[in-house]
């Protein structure tokens, strides 16, 4: 995706193919969903994980790809392991938020092992068990019934590896320094935005929430949209999430697009949008910097800038920094703002 300019039932997108010098092909849309996912945290960002340096310490991702290949885990040797330490939260800290998923996705994977691997020993190493939705808590009671040994802890101090052991270094949860030597470790790396997530957004002008993911319009009135009317972030794009919340917010997202693209009806544009008075104006560009929306543009042959109001949403950004007060926002002058006082005054 090269560009994408347009408003909310007129969206106009430019694909390139082959690098700078390739092929383009444009299309036409009403409204535009992201829907990019997301990626894992790379653990070997932090030397105390272990991962690459040290042997059979792997990811539930690639613990995942293993048994859905031949249904096995198998260690570096070939052997199977006869005890397992699945670690969460990892990366979290870095992070700066939970990633929700991956305590039942470590659980599923605990239950499978249980289940395929004859007395297999199992740990899981954990700060704070995330089961927020209404099957989770049974599914986590299941989970330590079938002997599940789980071990609460402050943090992960280091893995190293002595012979074949993998060895855990921890401190405990009233303080202590402790060990705990496996066959195996897993790890739980938490979801980060995806790798591209920066340069959709820049090119499709969406802002960014503090953690990297898409921002919705409203966390509670408007979870799915962004504040860019007619753009939808659904899935990991917009934060961490399991399947059947992404399935929902794909179901809602084109709900309200087909709700509000009736082939036949106007739309009906913002009221309260921004204009720039032409006289004042002196082209420094100062509210192209601040406009969420990328509604204002630069006319070189006036030297002024201009609104589009079909994409405006009348938030007063440019007005206030205007340096020389050429933007105000229709419908609210000084004399109309002046009169709404007098009236409520009375």
Excluded at 29 to 45: E, K, L, N, S
């Amino acid at each position: 995706v090269d560009r994408v300019i347009g408003f909310f039932g007129n969206y106009e997108i430019t694909l390139k193919s082959g690098g700078e010098e390739g092929a383009e092909r444009n299309l036409v849309a009403g409204a535009v969903v992201i829907a990019t996912g997301f990626d894992f945290y790379d653990p070997t960002r932090m030397e105390k994980w272990g991962y690459t340096s040290v042997d059979n310490v792997v990811t539930s991702e690639e613990v995942v790809e293993m048994m859905g290949s031949d249904g096995k885990l198998t260690l570096k040797d070939g052997k199977t392991p006869k005890s397992v330490a699945l670690v969460h939260c990892v990366g979290r800290e870095e992070m700066g938020y939970c990633s929700k998923v991956c305590c039942t996705n470590l659980m599923e994977i605990a239950q499978y092992l249980k289940a395929k691997v004859s007395g297999i020993e199992i740990h899981e190493l954990h700060r704070d068990i995330c089961v927020p939705h209404e099957k989770d808590q049974k599914y986590y009671q299941q989970t330590v019934e079938q002997g599940v040994n789980f071990i609460r802890l402050q943090e992960v101090s280091k893995i190293t590896s002595s012979g074949s052991q993998v060895n855990i270094a921890y401190k405990s949860i009233s303080g202590k320094e402790e060990k705990l030597s496996v066959d195996m470790v897993i790890l739980a790396p938490g979801i980060k935005p995806a790798i591209s997530t920066p340069v959709v957004a820049e090119i499709i002008n969406v802002p960014l929430h503090s953690t990297g993911f898409f921002k919705e319009a409203h966390e509670k009135l408007n979870p799915i949209a962004t504040p860019m009317d007619g753009i939808f972030a659904v899935g990991c794009a917009q934060g961490p999430k399991n399947i059947v919340e992404s399935v929902m917010q794909a179901q809602a997202a084109t709900g309200k697009i087909f709700a509000s693209l009736v082939p036949g009806r106007k739309l009906e544009p913002e009221v309260k949008v921004s204009e720039v008075i032409e006289a004042f104006c002196t082209g420094c560009q100062t509210c192209l910097t601040v406009c969420c929306y990328g509604a204002i543009s630069y006319d070189e042959n006036k030297g002024i800038s201009v609104v589009n109001e079909a994409i405006c949403r009348g938030c007063g950004n440019c007005a206030g920094s205007c340096p020389s007060n050429a933007i105000r926002a229709k419908h609210f002058t000084t004399s109309e703002l002046y009169k709404e006082v007098i009236e409520a005054l009375r």
